[in-house]
């Protein structure tokens, strides 16, 4: 049997996220990369959200999600402490669509990484694939669903561009 140990940890500022944030567990599922989801905000519970990246890697994670909206600081506090990979998804739903999201999570200063994906649905699933990327460089079995991944995605546009040609 398959070793279903989370190597991945998305983590949401509220539970409010979760519905766009489950594009990305969709994703890993897919790829056979076993996750794990929970809860923790950088501002409410600031405690829960160190001791998570603090323990992350103890635990067997090997990269971690973050998503979060507003002064989504979420990603940058879990890449404070924690060295394993930290990829942040801007969330939408303020007053500011995201923007406020985007430049809090972008904004990482020297020395302390964040891997930035696009806003909302989109960014989840990128978020769980450069995960699986990650994976991937130590895991040749992930490495050829990529492949397949690309190939899938080419195969799509080849038939849209023969739609359309007809
Ligand atoms: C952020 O504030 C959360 O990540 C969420 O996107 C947003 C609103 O949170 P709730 O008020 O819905 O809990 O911290």
Redesign the pocket.
Known sequence: MADSTPVVGIV??????REVMEAARSVLEEFGVPCEMTVA????SPERAAAYARGAAGRGLKVLIA??????H?AGVLAAHTTLPVVGVP?A??PLQGLD?LLSTVQMPPGVPVATVALGAAGARNAAILAVQILALSDPRLAERLEAHKAAMAAAVERQAEELAS
Do not use: F, K, V
């Not at 949401?12 to 996220?17: A, Q």
């Not at 905000?41 to 409410?44: D, E």
């Open positions: 949401l500022g509220s539970g409010s996220d905000s950088a501002h409410r998503g979060a909206g507003m002064a989504a979420l969330l739903g303020s999201a």
